[in-house]
């Protein structure tokens, strides 16, 4: 999509590798919506060109010598307007600087096939254009210096003590939970989840299950940052584990996550990777219409930013056929106001809230 001037998005590609450096860039000019306006081989050098430069989006590689991409995004985000997508490896450190650069403005991320000759394969093509496209578009979010960081340490009791849910090891069966929170997020999802899922209290009487759409080899990466800070559990999702009150449970990467009632009143977790859902894999519409298909009452759909309309259908479903209730995201606080804005205009939402209120929302439906 060209703006109003009909000039081609302006795109800096950031990376140590000349051969990717190459690649991306053709990539990026193999659509004559977007232009690449330069390279850089490291950090330092991305900085100086973004401020000289002005692009509109940065595509910036984690790993790189002399400031590697998590060091140059932080300042990135002092001295420029562009919004940044990271390109990152699937390994466990590549994963970690990925979470950590998503909390720290970086606005989406590529994942590097572990064959570098697939960069150029019709798929990568596709999400890169794709996503620089939707970026691009994005309003400037104002970045500031997040005092959430502080109010974490206040309230997250993850010290030295941990907190009694966080000992729990006694399942509770679905009658026993108060409440089950189904979560369906993607795009801005790590930050968000980041504001909202440590401001949750230890006590809740309630279960999240949480579909965030990335990669296989991420979203572990994503549970253990999120229990670091939480007074609640958070792991990513194992096959045929019980659902216990005080945990959030994340879809892993490349799969469905649905849930089963069993027949001693637990509730389990049942992962597979059937074909996805509406392009997703996994998808918050199966996890949710699983939910709604248990027969229980006490369920509660909630809508994240995002793009597209995933986990629509099956807040639809549980506001229907269970009674449920549903909030969706406000469209200022979201960094790309889809999945809401789907869910919203279905008039299924019960509740439309702002992201920095969401956690208390929840915290007085299921009644702490």
């Known amino acids: 999509m060209k703006n109003d001037s009909n000039v081609p998005i302006k795109v800096l590609v950031v990376d140590d590798s000349a051969f990717m450096r190459r690649m991306i860039s053709d990539i990026i000019n193999s659509d004559p919506e977007l232009s690449t306006i330069d390279i850089a081989k490291n950090g330092k050098e991305a900085i100086e060109k ?44 590549g994963g970690d600087a990925t979470i950590k650069a998503l909390e720290n403005g970086a606005i989406d991320f590529i994942t590097k096939p572990t064959n570098i000759f697939q960069i150029s394969s019709e798929n990568v093509k596709k999400e890169l254009i794709d996503k620089v496209k939707v970026i691009a578009r994005l309003k400037k979010t104002k970045r500031r210096e997040s005092n959430m960081i502080s109010e974490f340490k206040k309230t997250s009791i993850k010290t030295e003590q941990p907190t009694k849910p966080k000992q729990t090891t006694k399942p509770m069966t679905a009658k026993s939970l108060k409440k089950i929170v189904a979560i369906g997020i993607s795009t801005g999802g790590p930050k968000a989840l980041r504001d909202m899922i440590p401001m949750i209290p230890g006590n809740i009487p309630a279960a999240f299950l949480i579909v965030q759409h990335m990669p296989e080899g991420f979203t572990k990466s994503l549970a253990d940052r999120l229990n670091e800070v939480s007074n609640i559990r958070v792991k990513e999702a194992e096959d045929n584990e019980v659902v216990n009150v005080g945990y959030a449970y994340i879809a892993p990467g490349n799969q469905h996550m649905r849930v089963s009632l069993m027949i001693d009143g637990n509730l389990r977790i049942k992962l597979s990777q059937d074909p996805p859902r509406g392009a997703h894999r996994p998808s918050a519409t199966v996890m949710m219409e699983s939910l709604s298909e248990t027969g229980l009452a006490n369920l509660v759909a909630v809508i994240m930013t995002g793009m597209g309309g995933d986990g ?44 920095d209120k969401l956690s208390k929302k929840i915290s007085e439906i299921v009644g702490v």
């Open 50 to 93: 973004a401020v000289l430069l002005k692009p509109d989006v940065i595509t910036l590689d984690v790993e790189m010598p002399i400031m590697d991409g998590l060091s140059c995004l932080k300042e990135l985000v002092k001295v420029c307007e562009a919004q940044v997508i990271m390109l990152s490896s699937i390994t466990k450190e």
């Open 312 to 355: 629509s259908e099956g807040a639809k479903k549980i506001k229907q056929e269970n009674n449920g209730y549903v909030l969706a995201q406000d469209e200022k606080t979201c960094v790309v106001y889809g999945m809401p804005k789907v869910a919203v205009e279905m008039g299924i939402v019960d509740e439309v809230v702002p992201l």
